[in-house]
Nanobody, 122 residues
Framework: QVQLVESGGGLVQAGGSLRLSCAASGRTFSNYVMGWLRQAPGKEREFVAAVSWIGGRTNYADSVKGRFTISRDNAKNTVYLQMNSLKPEDTAVYYC???????????????WGQGTQVTVSS
């Protein structure tokens, strides 16, 4: 059974930084794409970033390019999201996600965690 547990969320002022972590368990994740989604109040869940199983290929939503960095440590079954230059519009619940049917992001994830709240004050 796939389990994804996020941590690292919190309250930060605009311009600040946060680092989210996601501990994955239940299987070996080194072959699968992993990523992050987010959902702001009143909005649909949206893609944030993805990283391929070898860690060398990444993809970002336009809204976070140049500010967020996704990385993974396959030995630890952990994926990270470094968020810099945070803006109030980044406020959302952030979900760690994976697709156990694919090595790369194809527009969907098959599993995601419970989420961690990120709040950016102006």
């Amino acid at each position: 059974q796939v389990q994804l547990v996020e941590s690292g969320g919190g309250l930060v002022q605009a311009g600040g930084s946060l680092r989210l972590s996601c501990a994955a368990s239940g299987r070996t994740f080194s072959n699968y794409v992993m990523g992050w989604l987010r959902q702001a109040p009143g909005k649909e869940r949206e893609f944030v970033a993805a990283v391929s199983w070898i860690g060398g290929r990444t993809n970002y939503a336009d809204s976070v390019k140049g500010r967020f960095t996704i990385s993974r440590d396959n030995a630890k079954n952990t994926v990270y999201l470094q968020m810099n230059s945070l803006k109030p519009e980044d406020t959302a619940v952030y979900y760690c996600a994976t697709d156990v049917t694919s090595t790369w992001y194809s527009g969907r994830f098959s599993h995601w965690g419970q989420g961690t709240q990120v709040t950016v004050s102006s």
